[in-house]
């Protein structure tokens, strides 16, 4: 049906613009116009039965890949080496000779050789300040530094070693569980960064016997306005409580116009709090969404990069009322199949 359609239309056209050539111009635009819509809504319908859950692992891979992949060390410091880090914390920096002796033969800035000594940054992960069991350093000034190495100790065990890309000056927070009592640290790493472009999320870890246990990775920044996209994303998370974790997100999606940047077409904008369950099987939280229609594809539209086709899918009904209208935006309908020719290149 759909087909012939589009044969009678073509037909019609072309009989218009044989015998009356000026007054089939409007005609023709209009026709090339509805013609990009139906495949516009074609492609829509055709998305319908998409594999969500194996588009939002694909998206999420490489974030993933980064909160999984941190290097659990699980190694016991010598005494005299537990006396030489607990001076460093006090001096704020450390000698290249004790560097090595805890951390093994690990890349050293060509200043800080000839200066014989790293400057560090001391984080305590404890709520009791005068005894300190748990604890974290980054091996140069964070302040001033886009990327770390922090490593995580508990007493005079080295835990864990983490790379940190923060941007910015590097903050690890903590807290105590409620109902393991365990301590829980997080911070934030940078994905993506640039001009009207960035992207963060918060990695959470549980502190364990024999190293950091990855708990949770959820987006915490997401940026991203034209003209590097005819799509606007942004999206503000905060940790509003920790007795059960709950964050309070704020957030909106737009399609820009072509023509004219000024107009935007809303898609999606709301302030919502997300709680945070634990999953006793996989030793992990796990997002709830309770009273909201916000959902794990929503949210995991909001990431920059490769989340165009999920967004289409997440949003449809939203997106489908766009094109409703009787001149629906040629910048929605040209955005739409563009998502469906980058598809078809893959």
Same mark, same amino acid.
């Given at each position: ?57 694909? !998206?999420?891979?490489?974030? *993933?890949?980064?909160? +999984?992949? &941190?290097?659990?060390? /699980? %190694? !016991?410091?010598?005494?005299? *080496?537990?006396?030489? +880090?607990? &001076?460093?914390?006090? /001096? %704020? ?254």
């Amino acid at each position: 049906m759909k087909t012939l359609f589009a044969i009678a239309s073509f037909f019609l056209l072309t009989i218009s613009l044989l015998f009356y050539p000026e007054r089939t111009k409007t005609s023709e635009k209009f026709w090339v116009q509805n013609s990009k819509k139906q495949e516009a809504l074609f492609f829509l319908d055709s998305i319908r039965s998409l594999n969500t859950k194996k588009l939002i692992d694909e !998206i999420t891979a490489t974030t *993933d890949s980064i909160h +999984l992949n &941190q290097r659990n060390i /699980n %190694k !016991i410091l010598s005494p005299s *080496d537990f006396e030489k +880090l607990q &001076q460093a914390i006090k /001096n %704020k920096e450390m000698p290249i000779t004790v560097v090595k002796s805890i951390f093994g033969n690990i890349p050293i800035d060509s200043t800080y050789i000839q200066h014989g000594a790293i400057p560090i940054t001391f984080f305590t992960l404890g709520q009791k300040k005068e005894v300190i069991t748990q604890y974290a350093i980054a091996l140069n000034d964070s302040n001033i530094s886009r990327e770390s190495d922090v490593y995580f100790f508990s007493e005079d065990t080295l835990l864990s070693r983490h790379h940190i890309s923060h941007r910015y000056a590097l903050d690890i927070q903590f807290y105590t569980d409620h109902i393991s009592k365990k301590t829980i640290i997080y911070y934030t790493q940078n994905q993506i960064s640039g001009s009207g472009t960035w992207e963060y999320h918060f990695n959470f870890y549980q502190y364990e016997k024999n190293g950091l246990r990855p708990i949770l990775s959820e987006i915490a920044i997401a940026n991203l306005q034209p003209p590097w996209s005819s799509r606007i994303i942004e999206l503000h998370s905060k940790i509003s409580k920790t007795t059960p974790l709950t964050m309070h997100i704020e957030y909106q999606q737009q399609l820009v116009d072509s023509e004219n940047p000024l107009i935007k077409h809303p898609i999606a904008k709301d302030s919502i709090y997300i709680e945070y369950q634990w999953n006793h099987t996989y030793r992990k939280l796990e997002t709830k969404y309770k009273n909201t229609s916000f959902s794990k594809e929503k949210h995991t539209s909001f990431y920059i990069s490769q989340s165009d086709l999920l967004f289409l899918h997440a949003y449809q009904p939203e997106i489908r009322q766009l094109l409703a209208y009787k001149n629906p935006s040629q910048s929605v309908i040209n955005y739409i199949l563009e998502v469906k020719n980058t598809i078809r290149k893959k």
